[in-house]
């Protein structure tokens, strides 16, 4: 069974950092490039960043560019999204995803690439 579980959400300060993970399990986790997606209230939902398949190339979002970071431990079949001088605008449900068709490139942002999706995490960033 496919499964993707989010964890490491909650509430921070504006200014903080705050670090999310995302656990697979039954599947190849090595040969998916993942990504983490965001949807704040009321808003559709929001590419933030990827990483490829080895983790050697990675991919952001203009608006967390900079301030997040996105890693993989393929042993540990885990995903990890660090977030710094986070501002109340980061404030969403944090989704991790997985795209298990092969491509060169690392930037897809597009949702409907995506085969699997975590259940989301909130983050929320109090100003």
């Known amino acids: 069974q496919v499964q993707l579980v989010e964890s490491g959400g909650g509430l921070v300060q504006a200014g903080g950092s705050l670090s999310l993970s995302c656990a697979a399990s039954?599947?190849?986790?090595?040969?998916?490039?993942m990504a983490w997606f965001r949807q704040a209230p009321g808003k559709e939902r929001e590419f933030a960043a990827a990483?490829?398949?080895?983790?050697?190339?990675?991919c952001y979002g203009d608006s967390v560019k900079g301030r997040f970071t996105i890693s993989r431990d393929n042993d540990k079949t885990t995903v990890y999204l660090q977030m710094g001088s986070l501002k109340a605008e980061d404030t969403a449900v944090y989704y991790c995803a997985a795209d298990r068709t092969y491509s060169y490139n690392t930037c897809i942002v597009t949702e409907g690439s995506y085969d699997y999706w975590g259940q989301g995490t909130q983050v929320t960033v109090s100003s």
């Open positions: 039954g599947w190849a986790f090595s040969r998916a490039r």
């Open positions: 990483i490829s398949r080895s983790g050697d190339s990675t």
